[in-house]
């Protein structure tokens, strides 16, 4: 059993898991100036939503009416999802879990904001922590700052895979993502949220580096449309 992330730039991903496709907040080409793939591009069985911001959710009504996925998203999206005919969605709040049909999800808190981009208030803005029905854990810490409601996560066992944005400006930067990556206590991390836009421009190979050096944690620096497998 395995569970397979591909990066689309920013801070888009999808997810093989055993067969069902997970994509987590779209924002694809041409929307997303890093993607290569567009909305037609991609399958989806479940859509995972982490706030409300257009480099998040530019791509999600297009996505889930196209592929009829389920989106998983705070209540707040799941509302405004409704009033723009996305009725296959499930309501979520911070410290919550429920279980989906490839495994357990946990909302977890990210500091951020969340409006979305119609002006709409988005509620607050989180991170998912997944277990995978094959024991992988993985958290997506979303767009967030560090806080110490990340060693809540290490105090539960911790994650194999933590994917955390790494690009500074509005969210965590290289120094502070070294500190989550270890207070989360995660066996490998994967940088998202960066280099996309000038604000965000990152060097991800030293990030990798130092992580390595600082805290003996692995990191994969992946291109755009390149995977990782946990296995
Ligand atoms: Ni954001
Ligand atoms: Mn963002």
Redesign the pocket.
């Known amino acids: 059993m395995t569970v397979k992330l591909t990066w689309h730039g920013?801070?888009a991903w999808s997810i093989d898991a055993d067969g069902a496709k997970i994509v987590v907040d779209p924002f694809l080409k041409p929307n997303n100036p890093s993607a290569q793939v567009t909305v037609d591009d991609l399958g989806a069985d479940f859509i995972l939503v982490t706030?409300g911001?257009g480099?998040?959710v530019s791509d999600l009504v297009a996505l889930a009416k196209r592929t009829g996925a389920l989106v998983i998203a705070n209540f707040e999206i799941y509302t405004w999802l409704g009033n723009h005919g996305v009725e296959h969605a499930h309501p979520m709040n911070h410290g919550g879990a429920f279980s989906f049909p490839f495994g357990r999800v946990k909302m977890t808190n990210a500091i951020?904001s969340s409006m979305l981009p119609d002006g709409s208030y988005g509620g607050n803005p989180g991170g998912f922590l997944i277990q995978f029905n094959d024991g992988h854990d993985v958290y997506f810490a979303g767009?967030t700052a560090l806080t110490y409601d990340m060693k809540l996560i290490g105090e539960v066992g911790g994650v194999d895979l933590a994917v955390l944005?790494i690009g500074d400006n509005?969210?965590m930067g290289p120094e502070d993502a070294i500190l989550a990556a270890q207070w989360v206590k995660a066996k490998h991390v994967l940088p998202t949220?960066y280099n996309t836009f000038p604000y965000i421009v990152v060097d991800a190979a030293a990030f990798a580096k130092r992580l390595q050096r600082e805290s003996g944690i692995d990191c994969t620096v992946l291109a755009v449309d390149e995977s990782f497998t946990l296995a």
């Open positions: 920013h801070a706030h911001h480099d998040h951020h767009d944005p509005f969210t949220h």
